[in-house]
């Protein structure tokens, strides 16, 4: 389970977060819904360790993860696809994917065939450049290298921004299997 307890995040003096608390059962969905600029995607960061908490706690299956770095984060199995997609333009599909290994032992470094029963069209574009996809399948991409390094909590940021209505189904259909 994910627990943020009253949590205070700084950008500088800017106060993003504060006092936020949030919990995040196992094998549920939870989504964080506000208007712009009130900090959705601040409370993420801080869920993933990509930006330090200034006050509170974040416990992740019983464990304060706080101060824990990204990669600890990572390796711990949260997964984050943030907004924006950030796919590797000039890596081919494949290589994209291959990001994700870099927090499974060697043994575990393989692409699971699941990837391809989850997103088929990333199958047949595995030599592509990830730059040249569109932005639904650069988001189906990013979700895929997630689902790589085999997460037990995917952290997902406007993950059907900008995107056609039936690959925002797809993806929709993807987190209701993945849950």
């Not at 711990?76 to 870099?102: C, K």
């Not at 699941?114 to 730059?131: Q, S």
């Given at each position: ?116 029963d989850l997103f ?60």
């Amino acid at each position: 389970m994910l627990e943020v307890d009253h949590i205070d995040l700084h950008y500088g003096a800017a106060i993003a977060l504060r006092q936020v608390s949030i919990t995040a059962e196992p094998g549920a969905v939870t989504c964080i819904l506000g208007r712009n600029g009130v900090g959705k995607t601040s409370l993420l960061r801080a869920i993933t360790g990509a930006h330090p908490i200034s006050s509170g706690a974040i416990r992740w299956e019983g464990y304060d993860i706080s101060r824990l770095p990204i990669y600890e984060r990572a390796r711990r199995g949260i997964a984050w696809v943030p907004q924006g997609r950030d796919v590797f333009p000039l890596l081919t599909v494949r290589e994209n994917l291959e990001t994700g290994f870099a927090v499974l032992a060697a043994r575990e470094r393989r692409i699971p065939d699941e990837i391809f029963d989850l997103f088929p069209v990333l199958k047949t574009m595995l030599r592509r450049r990830g730059g040249d996809l569109s932005g639904g399948q650069q988001q189906q991409l990013a979700i895929a290298r997630a689902l790589v390094m085999k997460p037990r909590l995917i952290v997902l940021d406007e993950p059907t921004e900008g995107i056609q209505p039936s690959i925002i189904k797809d993806i929709g259909r993807v987190i209701a299997l993945l849950r």
